[in-house]
Every structure is written in C-alpha cells, then in structure tokens.
T-cell receptor
Framework: AQSVTQPDIHITVSEGASLELRCNYSYGATPYLFWYVQSPGQGLQLLLKYFSGDTLVQGIKGFEAEFKRSQSSFNLRKPSVHWSDAAEYFCAVGSLYKYIFGTGTRLKVLA | DAGVIQSPRHEVTEMGQEVTLRCKPISGHNSLFWYRQTMMRGLELLIYFNNNVPIDDSGMPEDRFSAKMPNASFSTLKIQPSEPRDSAVYFC?????????????FGPGTRLTVL
C-alpha cells in the first residue's frame, strides 16, 4: 500500500541551528515527492518537489531535500533556521491524480 | 493572481444546521480538490474534480456531505445536517492539470465549528 511516514510529530530547534525533517514513503513506482509548509492559520504552500534527475532538490526559503531511493526517504533540510520557519511541514507522494500526505511535523523555533 | 479563494474563513453553526463552504479555484486550473484537516486524522482528501466532473469521492465521509462544481470557477461543499464531529478546517486546492506530479495550490481554508 502507498503511504508516507513522518516519524517526528514535533521538533524544536534553536534559531540559527540546522534542521532535518524526516520523510519515508512506500510507493511501487518512481515517486513524485513534495514538501509543503503550513504556517498558522494558512493554507499549504509548496516548498519543493522531486520528479527525476538530480536527487538534491532546492526549494524556496533556503530549504533543500534529498531523494534517497535505497532508503525510500525524502528528508527536508535547512542549514540555519529562522524564527519565521516555525510552522507545520508536510511530505507528500503524488499518486495518479492525487497526493498521499504524511501526518506532518510541527516545528518550533527557540529564540 | 488572487490564488484560491475560500469563503467563509470561519463558520460557527449549531448541530443539525446546513453548512455550505465555497471555493473559487485559480483561473485556468482544471483540477480541484477538497480536503479536511483535523488533529486526529490529519489531511484527508474528500473529493477530486477534473474539468468540473467528480472523479473520486471515496473520501466523502457520509451522505451528509455533498460537493458540486457547476462551472470551472466555483465549487461548493455542503454538509447537511452538520454534527459536532464535522468541526475541522476545510481546504480547497486547485491544480493546472490532472496528475499526481502537479503542484496543488491551496486556499486559506474554512474553519468550521459545529456546536
């Protein structure tokens, strides 16, 4: 069955520290992979996506993600977190016409 | 570009009342999605339209829920009668074309509270 797992429900980091959010997927074919961010009271915004090619993908707001087929992972990273990055982050796999979303990781940033 | 527009942004109603949520997708997009977000169940796809036709409504929880897309620029999600367990944030999203490879553009959501 197709699924997306985000094992960390909550993560807290200090401002300026590096960040890695984990995402594992189960999908039978080459996946289309996405990371979305949801700020409080807002809808979801696309950070980055992977379809094929270079396995390191650059996105908006200084985020990047690396596709690792052998580990079925698509982890999101940022070298230096800003207070404005506090939000909920969703990993998704694109399947046929729709997404399968993970349960989300809520990021808290300490000043 | 105005993005996906949803109304109302907040809705408080009493159990048993009819609730109608509205969505205007981005002009030119031919795919439209309705999602429900709760703490317990996360983001759930309720229904997917392509070219105004419902393609997948397997996520619609009960017959109390119905959705329509009378034209390319408007969709509604109706709950009748509403129940407290319907309290959630409902998102509408649109996409330029069909296919899981495409970015979905989300509206700001409607926060529904059923008392």
């Amino acid at each position: 069955a197709q699924s997306v797992t985000q094992p960390d429900i909550h993560i807290t980091v200090s401002e300026g520290a590096s960040l890695e959010l984990r995402c594992n997927y189960s999908y039978g074919a080459t996946p289309y992979l996405f990371w979305y961010v949801q700020s409080p009271g807002q809808g979801l915004q696309l950070l980055l996506k992977y379809f094929s090619g270079d396995t390191l993908v650059q996105g908006i707001k200084g985020f990047e993600a690396e596709f690792k087929r052998s580990q079925s992972s698509f982890n999101l990273r940022k070298p230096s977190v800003h207070w404005s990055d506090a939000a909920e982050y969703f990993c998704a796999v694109g399947s046929l016409y729709k997404y399968i979303f993970g349960t989300g990781t809520r990021l808290k940033v300490l000043a | 570009d105005a993005g996906v527009i949803q109304s109302p942004r907040h809705e408080v109603t009493e159990m048993g009342q009819e609730v109608t949520l509205r969505c205007k997708p981005i002009s030119g997009h031919n795919s439209l999605f309705w999602y429900r977000q709760t703490m317990m169940r996360g983001l759930e796809l309720l229904i997917y339209f392509n070219n105004n036709v419902p393609i997948d409504d397997s996520g619609m929880p009960e017959d109390r829920f119905s959705a329509k897309m009378p034209n390319a620029s408007f969709s509604t999600l109706k709950i009748q009668p509403s129940e407290p367990r319907d309290s959630a944030v409902y998102f509408c999203a649109s996409s330029p074309t069909s296919g899981g490879a495409n970015e979905q553009f989300f509206g700001p959501g409607t926060r529904l509270t059923v008392l």
